[in-house]
């Protein structure tokens, strides 16, 4: 009986707990018991890969082949303002290569005031927080456990540079603080300055993962970037791409049917897709209204889209993803 009960309470932890409905009120802990049940299946899911590897140490080493913020922003002479967004599963799609992908990121090229720098594709491999790793440190890890250290090769990532060069550094992302333990690593990085779930103007959450909206999010981006009146950066982690690509998350229409053919078995990448082309409408807007001005923004996608459902598995190429640097006049 006790079996039966304890196999239960997995299948019930792993697949049919539902966030929604918790008092997520602070940052740091919930309340009363679902809110401390939720806390207890983050901290279990996140904090550590498995169990059993709980203790093995991330070793972190130089990622070979460089990541797209450093090639993209001269180190040695940086613009004044800069903001970086590690764009959640932004990938690649194959099927009409030339077709779908520069669309996804129209919105932010066509602006009469944004000038189009670069764009193209860079290697990227597992995790959002080994795509942290690379594109602001050029560094890689044996194991996500981050928080054991040590911390010294972090020395070179390019939120301590900045700050050594008198840059304001702030960080926005819209889940928790204790998700990876980054309120842990993330001052080593530089990154002590950091914006969580709830520490944000609209805090309504999102369907495809915990936490904030990145299309309220990024009124706090913006506005910090505008209060900024010396050299700044800005780094922003996105959110609502996140896996399964929630279909309550995407706004009025979708921008592409996920009922023509080129979807047909691939329902999860067409959602992906037009939560991607949100995204980059919803920045595209701020910056009409008058956001980010005199910055140089570079988007990179933090790894392949996971497909986990679909009939096929190959939408998105799995070892690149795209980026994009624009510069806001």
């Given at each position: 009986?006790?079996?039966?009960?304890?196999?239960?309470?997995?299948?019930?932890?792993?697949?049919?707990?539902?966030?929604?409905?918790?008092?997520?009120?602070?940052?740091y802990q919930t309340t009363?018991?679902?809110?401390?049940?939720?806390?207890?299946?983050?901290?279990?899911?996140?904090?550590?890969e498995f169990f059993w590897r709980g203790t093995v140490k991330p070793?972190?080493?130089?990622?070979?082949?460089?990541?797209?913020?450093?090639?993209?922003?001269?180190?040695?002479?940086?613009?004044?303002?800069?903001?970086?967004?590690?764009?959640e599963s932004w990938g690649t799609f194959i099927p009409e290569h030339g077709a779908v992908n520069p669309s996804v990121d129209a919105p932010l090229i066509n602006i009469p005031n944004v000038q189009l720098i670069a764009q193209g594709e860079n290697p990227a491999l597992h995790s959002t927080i080994m795509g942290?790793?690379?594109?602001?440190c050029d560094l890689k890890a044996k194991s996500s456990n981050f928080i054991l250290g040590p911390f010294d090769k972090f020395k070179q990532c390019v939120p301590i540079h900045l700050q050594k060069e008198g840059y304001l550094v702030q960080a926005f992302h819209g889940s928790y603080s204790k998700m990876y333990d980054r309120k842990d690593w993330y001052p080593h990085m530089g990154l002590q300055n950091a914006r969580f779930f709830p520490q944000f103007s609209n805090i309504k959450q999102c369907h495809s993962f915990p936490g904030?909206?990145?299309?309220?999010?990024?009124?706090?981006?913006?506005a910090a970037n505008k209060a900024a009146q010396g050299k700044s950066f800005i780094y922003w982690l996105?959110?609502?791409?996140?896996?399964?690509?929630?279909?309550?998350d995407?706004?009025?229409?979708?921008?592409?049917?996920?009922?023509?053919?080129?979807?047909?078995?691939?329902?999860?990448?067409?959602?992906?897709?037009?939560?991607?082309?949100?995204?980059?409408?919803?920045?595209?807007?701020?910056?009409?209204?008058?956001?980010?001005?005199?910055?140089?923004?570079?988007?990179?996608?933090?790894?392949?889209?996971p497909i986990i459902l679909d009939k096929y598995k190959?939408?998105?190429k799995e070892d690149s993803v795209p980026f994009i640097h624009v510069r806001v006049h």
């Open positions: 009986m006790i079996w039966s009960l304890g196999i239960l309470y997995l299948i019930f932890a792993v697949f049919f707990f539902d966030y929604r409905g918790v008092n997520l009120s602070n940052r009363g018991w679902w809110g401390s049940y939720y806390e207890t299946i983050q901290n279990l899911k996140f904090n550590h070793e972190f080493y130089d990622w070979p082949h460089g990541g797209v913020l450093q090639k993209q922003i001269d180190m040695q002479n940086p613009p004044k303002k800069i903001l970086f967004i590690l764009n942290e790793l690379r594109e602001l904030a909206c990145d299309y309220n999010i990024v009124h706090d981006v913006s996105t959110l609502d791409t996140h896996h399964p690509y929630s279909e309550k995407i706004l009025g229409n979708y921008t592409y049917d996920c009922k023509q053919p080129i979807f047909d078995g691939r329902q999860e990448a067409c959602r992906n897709l037009n939560l991607q082309h949100q995204f980059f409408t919803v920045l595209a807007n701020e910056i009409k209204a008058g956001g980010f001005k005199d910055t140089d923004i570079v988007i990179v996608g933090d790894h392949s889209p190959d939408s998105f």
